[in-house]
C-alpha cells in the first residue's frame, strides 16, 4: 500500500496546500485536517485539484506530527493504490442515525469481501464538535459492524475553543 503523508505550517491557503500536494498523484482516497478558519476554502482547493477522488476533511486546531504539535496547521494522508473504500454521510446524526443502517451496510457490500475477513477492513467515522452525536453514531455503525468484526475509529472534529471558535467541519464529496 502506497500511503503519502505531508503537512504545512503556512498560513497562506494556497502555499499550503501546495506544500501538502506537491508530488501527489491521482490518490484514491485523501484525508485532510485543517483549521477552522480556512476549512471551506482548503475543502474547495482539494475538491478541483482531486475531482475523482474520495475526500475526506476534518476541522483541526492542532495537527500531531512525529514528536510536535502544531497548531492551525494543514495535514493530509493520502492512499494511492491497493485500497477500495465505500465512504457515505450519515443525516441526522442527532436524532435519529440508526434509521439510515441500510444505507450503510448497502456502502458495506461495495467493499469486496467484506463478509470473509476484517483483518483488512475498518470503519472510520467523523462526527462534527458540540453535536453531542458521536455516542450516536457509534452505536449505529457498532450495529452494522460488530456482525463483521470489522473495528471502528474515528473522533470528533476539532475547533479552537480558545479563540471561541465552537463551530467545526467534515468535508465529504463536495459538501461541508
Not at 505531508?6 to 501546495?18: L, R, Y
Not at 474515528?154 to 468535508?171: E, H, L, Q, R, V
Amino acid at each position: 500500500m502506497d500511503v503519502f503523508i505531508k503537512s504545512s505550517q503556512s498560513s497562506d491557503i494556497s502555499e499550503a496546500v501546495k506544500e501538502v500536494t506537491d508530488g501527489l498523484e491521482s490518490p484514491k482516497l485523501l484525508f485532510f485536517f485543517a483549521p477552522t478558519t480556512t476549512f471551506k476554502e482548503i475543502s474547495e482547493s482539494f475538491n478541483n485539484k482531486y475531482p475523482k477522488c474520495q475526500i475526506i476533511g476534518v476541522s483541526s486546531h492542532c495537527v500531531y506530527k512525529n514528536d510536535k504539535v502544531f497548531i492551525n496547521s494543514l495535514s493530509v494522508t493520502a492512499f494511492l493504490d491497493d485500497i477500495d473504500v465505500a465512504a457515505g454521510f450519515i443525516p441526522e446524526i442527532t436524532r435519529y442515525p440508526l434509521k439510515y443502517s441500510p444505507d450503510i451496510e448497502i456502502n458495506l457490500r461495495k467493499i469486496p469481501d467484506y463478509d470473509k475477513s476484517n483483518e483488512n477492513i475498518i470503519c472510520l467515522e467523523y462526527t462534527t464538535a458540540y453535536s453531542y452525536s458521536e455516542e450516536l453514531v457509534l452505536q449505529t455503525l457498532d450495529t452494522i459492524c460488530s456482525k463483521y468484526s470489522i473495528p471502528i475509529a474515528g473522533g470528533t472534529a476539532g475547533t479552537n475553543k480558545t479563540k471561541k471558535d465552537f463551530i467545526s467541519y467534515i468535508y465529504f464529496q463536495g459538501q461541508i
